[in-house]
Nanobody
Framework: VQLQASGGGLVQAGGSLRLSCSASGRTVSSYDMGWFRQAPGKEREFVAGNSRSRGSTYYKDSVEGRFTLSRDNGKNSVWLQMNSLKPEDTAVYYC???????????????????WGQGTLVTVSS
Protein backbone atom coordinates (compact mmCIF):
# COMPACT_ATOMS: atom_id res chain seq x y z
CA VAL A 1 0.00 0.00 0.00
CA GLN A 2 1.17 3.53 -0.76
CA LEU A 3 0.33 6.31 1.68
CA GLN A 4 0.10 10.01 0.89
CA ALA A 5 -0.15 12.45 3.79
CA SER A 6 -1.30 16.02 3.34
CA GLY A 7 -2.92 18.92 5.13
CA GLY A 8 -0.03 20.34 7.09
CA GLY A 9 0.71 24.02 7.28
CA LEU A 10 1.31 27.03 9.49
CA VAL A 11 -1.28 27.81 12.13
CA GLN A 12 -1.44 29.97 15.21
CA ALA A 13 -1.67 28.43 18.65
CA GLY A 14 -5.25 27.51 19.40
CA GLY A 15 -6.02 26.86 15.76
CA SER A 16 -6.95 23.68 13.94
CA LEU A 17 -5.70 21.55 11.09
CA ARG A 18 -6.96 18.37 9.50
CA LEU A 19 -4.38 15.97 8.18
CA SER A 20 -5.33 13.47 5.51
CA CYS A 21 -3.75 10.16 4.62
CA SER A 22 -4.83 8.64 1.33
CA ALA A 23 -4.01 5.05 0.54
CA SER A 24 -3.60 3.36 -2.80
CA GLY A 25 -2.86 -0.20 -3.73
CA ARG A 26 -4.90 -1.80 -0.99
CA THR A 27 -7.79 -0.73 1.18
CA VAL A 28 -7.05 0.72 4.60
CA SER A 29 -9.55 -1.74 6.04
CA SER A 30 -6.76 -4.30 5.79
CA TYR A 31 -4.52 -2.37 8.18
CA ASP A 32 -4.09 -0.93 11.59
CA MET A 33 -3.44 2.77 11.00
CA GLY A 34 -1.35 5.21 12.97
CA TRP A 35 -0.15 8.79 13.06
CA PHE A 36 3.33 9.61 14.30
CA ARG A 37 5.29 12.83 14.44
CA GLN A 38 8.89 13.91 14.62
CA ALA A 39 9.90 17.30 15.92
CA PRO A 40 13.28 18.83 15.06
CA GLY A 41 16.03 17.16 17.03
CA LYS A 42 13.68 14.61 18.57
CA GLU A 43 12.79 11.03 17.93
CA ARG A 44 9.64 10.04 16.15
CA GLU A 45 6.74 9.53 18.54
CA PHE A 46 3.30 8.00 18.49
CA VAL A 47 0.37 10.41 18.23
CA ALA A 48 -2.74 8.35 17.48
CA GLY A 49 -3.60 4.91 16.23
CA ASN A 50 -6.61 2.84 15.26
CA SER A 51 -6.61 -0.89 15.75
CA ARG A 52 -8.77 -2.43 13.05
CA SER A 53 -8.77 -5.78 14.81
CA ARG A 54 -9.67 -4.40 18.24
CA GLY A 55 -11.91 -1.62 16.97
CA SER A 56 -10.22 0.87 19.28
CA THR A 57 -8.42 4.17 18.90
CA TYR A 58 -5.58 5.30 21.12
CA TYR A 59 -3.94 8.68 21.64
CA LYS A 60 -0.79 10.09 23.11
CA ASP A 61 -1.69 11.58 26.47
CA SER A 62 -0.78 15.12 25.47
CA VAL A 63 -3.15 15.11 22.47
CA GLU A 64 -6.05 13.25 24.07
CA GLY A 65 -9.16 15.40 23.81
CA ARG A 66 -7.62 17.67 21.17
CA PHE A 67 -6.88 15.27 18.31
CA THR A 68 -9.27 12.84 16.68
CA LEU A 69 -8.35 10.01 14.34
CA SER A 70 -10.99 8.83 11.91
CA ARG A 71 -11.01 6.51 8.96
CA ASP A 72 -13.31 5.87 6.03
CA ASN A 73 -12.61 2.50 4.48
CA GLY A 74 -14.82 3.37 1.51
CA LYS A 75 -12.74 6.46 0.75
CA ASN A 76 -9.57 4.56 1.60
CA SER A 77 -8.46 7.41 3.81
CA VAL A 78 -7.57 8.24 7.37
CA TRP A 79 -7.69 11.67 8.94
CA LEU A 80 -6.26 13.37 11.99
CA GLN A 81 -8.32 16.32 13.16
CA MET A 82 -6.14 18.52 15.34
CA ASN A 83 -7.76 21.21 17.49
CA SER A 84 -6.40 23.61 20.10
CA LEU A 85 -2.96 23.28 18.61
CA LYS A 86 0.06 24.20 20.69
CA PRO A 87 3.59 25.19 19.66
CA GLU A 88 4.81 21.85 21.02
CA ASP A 89 2.70 20.10 18.38
CA THR A 90 5.07 21.44 15.72
CA ALA A 91 6.53 18.47 13.85
CA VAL A 92 6.46 16.48 10.66
CA TYR A 93 3.47 14.17 10.85
CA TYR A 94 3.49 10.73 9.27
CA CYS A 95 0.71 8.28 8.66
CA UNK A 96 1.50 4.59 8.79
CA UNK A 97 -0.14 1.26 8.10
CA UNK A 98 0.46 -2.16 9.53
CA UNK A 99 -0.82 -5.54 8.39
CA UNK A 100 -3.48 -7.13 10.53
CA UNK A 101 -1.20 -10.18 10.65
CA UNK A 102 0.77 -8.15 13.18
CA UNK A 103 -2.27 -7.14 15.19
CA UNK A 104 -0.63 -8.44 18.37
CA UNK A 105 1.50 -5.30 18.31
CA UNK A 106 0.09 -2.27 20.08
CA UNK A 107 -0.77 0.61 17.76
CA UNK A 108 1.68 2.68 19.80
CA UNK A 109 4.49 0.41 18.63
CA UNK A 110 6.36 2.11 15.81
CA UNK A 111 6.98 -1.06 13.84
CA UNK A 112 4.62 -0.27 10.99
CA UNK A 113 4.95 -1.75 7.54
CA UNK A 114 4.23 1.30 5.41
CA TRP A 115 4.82 5.00 5.91
CA GLY A 116 3.66 8.13 4.14
CA GLN A 117 6.09 10.87 3.21
CA GLY A 118 5.17 13.22 6.06
CA THR A 119 3.50 16.60 6.21
CA LEU A 120 4.87 19.54 8.19
CA VAL A 121 2.75 21.17 10.89
CA THR A 122 4.04 24.42 12.35
CA VAL A 123 2.23 26.05 15.26
CA SER A 124 3.23 29.61 16.07
CA SER A 125 2.86 31.10 19.53
Amino acid sequence: VQLQASGGGLVQAGGSLRLSCSASGRTVSSYDMGWFRQAPGKEREFVAGNSRSRGSTYYKDSVEGRFTLSRDNGKNSVWLQMNSLKPEDTAVYYCAARSLLKSSLEVTDGRYDYWGQGTLVTVSS
